[in-house]
């Protein structure tokens, strides 16, 4: 899970899915590293990534580079995903 949203980061992939249930320890780095490459690590809705709230789980969860967030959060939007 966490190297996909580092191959995000790397260019490697232009955007990944995260599945739901995953957990602040499972991506919290990787997202670190994909914000530094002005990537972003995104909740179904578009809101970023929150780390450290009372549940570490996670729902559906969407990692692009800039360029990828809009058509990624639109195909979330499209199939009522989340």
């Given at each position: 899970?966490?190297?996909?949203?580092?191959?995000?980061?790397?260019?490697?992939?232009?955007?990944?899915?995260?599945?739901?249930?995953?957990?602040?320890?499972d991506i919290?780095a990787a997202?670190?590293?994909?914000?530094?490459?002005?990537?972003?690590?995104?909740?179904?809705?578009?809101?970023?990534?929150?780390?450290?709230?009372?549940?570490?789980?996670?729902?559906?969860?969407?990692?692009a580079d800039?360029?990828?967030?809009?058509?990624?959060?639109?195909?979330?939007?499209?199939?009522?995903?989340?």
């Amino acid at each position: 899970l966490a190297y996909r949203v580092a191959c995000v980061a790397d260019r490697r992939f232009e955007g990944t899915f995260i599945k739901p249930d995953c957990h602040d320890w499972d991506i919290a780095a990787a997202a670190l590293i994909l914000s530094e490459t002005g990537g972003a690590l995104l909740e179904h809705d578009g809101s970023p990534a929150r780390f450290n709230r009372q549940s570490p789980r996670h729902g559906l969860m969407i990692a692009a580079d800039k360029d990828h967030i809009k058509p990624m959060l639109a195909v979330v939007a499209a199939h009522s995903i989340g």
